[in-house]
């Protein structure tokens, strides 16, 4: 039997942070060189941001680099992967592939 994770979207993330932040949906897109449109579908979680827009995101919102990174990479793991069965067997391999390689 699969387990859905339950996380925080990315999407749900970045407004939250904008919100707390005052800054209207309109000058973060500016920001990012989106449409208006476009991001509050990434807010909603219906797009999913540009892998490119992740380094002016973190500027934009004064988020550290590296907490926007692992979020997203965390978000997208989960939207593709969390539902498969064998889903934490296949992170745990993973884990000791890449503290091989990197580590």
Known sequence: MSKILKI?????FIRQQREEQNLPLRKVALDLNIDLS???KIERG???????????LS?????DLKEVH???LVDRIIA??????FFPDGI???QKL??????
Do not use: A, M, V
């Open 8 to 12: 925080e979207s990315f999407g749900s």
């Open 38 to 40: 476009t991001l509050s």
């Open 46 to 56: 219906q797009r999913i941001i540009p892998i490119e827009c992740l380094n002016q």
């Open 59 to 63: 500027k934009c919102l004064d988020i």
């Open 70 to 72: 692992i979020r997203y």
């Open 80 to 85: 593709n992967f969390g539902n498969l069965e």
């Open 92 to 94: 745990n391999e993973i």
């Open 98 to 103: 890449i503290q091989k390689q990197y580590l």
